[in-house]
């Protein structure tokens, strides 16, 4: 999965979350001094991720982070460390 992708999904899990206007959110918007993002919140945003990537993401992460990209950053490693199918090429 691309980290474009992941910046999609990641602004339209917060702006559903918190009701703020998706023009208004970038990848640079402080999570708590511009959207005022509070625990609770944090953790739907978590839920929500956790679905979407079909991973599980520790708390931390997301009180960590303290712009969005931050959650990019991490969901991208995440996401882009999958699994080793079995099938190598030789």
Avoid at 20 to 37: E, F, G, P, V, Y
Avoid at 65 to 85: C, G, M, Q
Wanted: hydrophobic content about 40%; charged content about 30%; cysteine-free.
């Amino acid at each position: 999965m691309g980290r474009s992708e992941i910046e999609a999904k990641v602004k339209q899990v917060i702006v559903n979350e918190v009701g703020q206007s998706a023009a208004n959110l970038t990848m640079d918007t402080s999570l708590r001094k511009d959207i005022a993002i509070d625990s609770y919140s944090a953790l739907q945003i978590l839920f929500e991720l956790e679905e979407a990537f079909s991973i599980t993401i520790p708390d931390q992460a997301i009180k960590d982070a303290e712009f969005p990209k931050d959650i990019v950053d991490y969901l991208e490693k995440r996401v882009n460390e999958a699994p080793s199918t079995g099938t190598a090429s030789a």
